[in-house]
């Protein structure tokens, strides 16, 4: 390994350490964090992205493409129930052809590609239901299709066609629709529904369309197109009318001092009435045709017209007398004449769906404590009211206005409970405030404090030395004061592990004793020495020196 390598790993071993027990716990956690990181951010680079290939499959279908995907080894994914059949991209297009060239999905609910498998041999039987079946899948796609709905279902009801028959009954449909979780169909949807089976079915009307949902709702019924119950049909005319009312008595009275209730009565009958009318034109009559025929025998004015008789043998007659001219009292005469005028005549017949409004009672209250309600007209209200919800005197709908006071200690109960409500929220957005600004400035310190730890150890280990080497030079040896020691007797008495000591020479009597420094003590003050002459040269140098002293002697 190279010199500078090896370098390198010591220094950052002599680093590591260097590290205090809650800077190791801090650099585990965020090494193990950035392998697990890594680990996570490679397995969702490394994971393919999925498309759908097929939707809306048929159970054979999925299952025949599911079995061709696991021969190529493509992996896959079935949502929407197994309709659908998720794949990584990379294979869409290949995996799709493939299926198409296997003729999958061949089970497509019908549609015009049933035509394709009829044979020349197919009798006329065949072609009707194989037509039908045809119309039926294609109405059931095209639905589908729709927002919202999930699957549906057509039956066509297309009578036979005949000769022999007067009156031609029109073909009906029944539309089966299942939508998705918590959806609802609008009744523009319905609507649309219906308007699009009756176009695609030759004489069919919207009135022969029939919509039913999963649930058993009947959203649309032959005879009376898109419809509820009767109960969801009074409902929705309740609350439209009220809102009209409400909307107008908050306008004009002010939001708060007026409420409105509409009662309305549906008749659920239907039914179909024909009206016959004749009319004679202002201008007289006019001859469509006319005839006239005159039948005349026997004697008569004018000349003879030939002898009458009794007929005998051989039907010859016999005449009984000569004819005669002038006026004769055995002939006859008979003249008719017919004509024909023209006389208008209309025929009417009319469809009575159910949800009619029979009748309808509206019912305002006014608050009596109201300025505005004060000085208000009530007949004008009232004609207000009237006119904004159609009331027909002659159907038997009412209009009943009143004043009265309101009872606003719910209100002003509601009121304060939202305002404490309100409150709270606020607080509880103010304290959540502080907790998340809280734990983001302990954490900014804790980053602050680690970083700060990881720049004085980087300082510390940047610091430039100072060179004591020639404080260590005098390490383990003697130094002899400029003091005389005595004789050979002094020195025999040192024992042969004794540090060799320097000795005072005798001091006068009065004189404090003789003191004896051994070599340690004397290196310690030639140290002492040098770092007081060091101070005085450079004193930065000196206290970093005695600073880094000190973060030596520190524990780790």
């Known amino acids: 390994m190279p010199v500078a390598v090896k370098n390198v790993f010591a220094r950052l071993s002599a680093y590591v350490k260097g590290f205090s027990a809650a800077q190791r ?16 951010l490679a397995s969702w680079l490394g994971k393919a992205s999925y498309a759908p290939l097929f939707t809306g499959l048929a159970a054979a279908d999925a299952s025949s493409i599911t079995d061709q995907l696991q021969t190529d080894g493509v992996p896959y994914q079935l949502t929407d129930g197994g309709a659908t059949i998720l794949v990584p991209q990379a294979q869409v297009y290949s995996e799709r052809l493939k ?29 009707d239901v194989t037509y039908k079946r045809a119309m039926e899948g ?19 009801a297309i009578p036979e066609k005949s000769v022999f028959v007067s009156e031609e009954k029109d073909p009906t449909a029944s539309v089966f629709i299942a939508t998705d979780n918590g959806t609802q169909l609008s009744t523009d949807q319905v609507q649309a529904i219906v308007h699009l089976t009756s176009a695609s079915v030759e004489g069919m009307q919207t009135t022969d369309v ?23 049909q009074a409902a929705d005319y309740d609350a439209a009318t009220s809102k009209k009312i409400q909307d107008l008595l908050d306008t004009t009275l002010g ?21 016959e009318s004749y009319t004679t034109p202002t201008s007289g009559p006019v001859a469509l045709n006319e005839s006239s025929t005159t039948e005349q025998y026997g004697a008569g004015s004018g000349a ?18 000569t004819a005669t001219s002038g006026t004769g009292d055995d002939g006859y005469t008979n003249e008719s004449a017919t004509k024909n005028n023209a006389v208008d005549h209309t025929t009417e017949t009319t469809q009575i769906p159910s949800g009619s409004l029979d009748r309808q009672t509206i019912s305002v209250a006014l608050n009596s404590k109201a300025d505005a309600v004060q000085n208000a007209n009530l007949q004008s209200i009232n004609d207000l009211v009237s006119a904004a919800a159609g009331v027909d005197q002659d159907r038997g709908d009412q209009v009943k206005v009143a004043m009265m006071d309101f009872d606003t200690s719910g209100a002003d109960q509601a009121a304060k409970a939202l305002e404490a409500q309100q409150k709270a929220d606020q607080q509880e957005a103010l304290w959540s405030s502080i907790r998340t600004a809280g734990i983001v400035i302990g954490i900014l310190l804790a980053l602050i404090a680690v970083m700060f730890v990881i720049a004085r150890r980087s300082r510390k280990q940047e610091r430039e030395a100072v060179d004591l080497g020639e404080l260590d ?16 007797a002094d020195r025999a008495t040192l024992g042969a592990g004794d540090a060799p000591t320097a000795v005072l020479s005798t001091m006068p009597a009065g004189d404090p004793p003789t003191e004896v ?28 020196l005695l600073r880094g002293l000190l973060d030596d002697r520190a524990p780790v």
Do not use: H, W
């Not at 716990?25 to 996570?40: D, E, K, P, R, S």
């Not at 294609?138 to 066509?156: H, N, P, R, Y």
């Not at 003879?304 to 007398?321: E, H, Y």
């Open 473 to 488: 030079a005098f390490a383990g040896e003697t130094f002899q004061l400029p003091l005389a020691m005595d004789g050979a």
């Open 304 to 321: 003879s017209k030939g002898a009458t008789g009794v007929l005998g043998p051989d039907n010859i007659a016999v005449p009984n007398g």
């Open 255 to 275: 939001v708060g001092n007026a409420t409105v209730v509409v009662s309305g009565t549906m008749n659920q009958e239907s039914g179909t009435r024909t009206s």
């Open 99 to 127: 299926a198409a060239s296997n003729g999958l999905p061949s089970s497509n609910e019908g549609g015009y590609s049933l035509l394709d498998q009829m044979g020349v041999t197919s009798s006329e039987f065949q072609q």
């Open 25 to 40: 716990t801090i650099a585990i956690l965020v090494i193990a964090a950035l392998v697990l990181g890594g680990i996570a």
């Open 210 to 232: 029939s919509v039913v949902d999963a649930k058993g709702q009947t959203l649309s019924a032959v005879g009376t197109g898109a419809t509820g119950s009767g109960a969801d």
């Open 138 to 156: 294609e109405l059931a796609k095209t639905i589908g299709a729709m927002d919202g709905v999930q699957t549906a279902t057509v039956q066509l």
């Open 517 to 544: 420094l051994t070599t340690d003590e004397i290196t310690a003050e030639r140290r002492r020495q040098d770092i007081s002459a060091l101070a005085e040269r450079d004193p930065k140098r000196t206290a970093e």
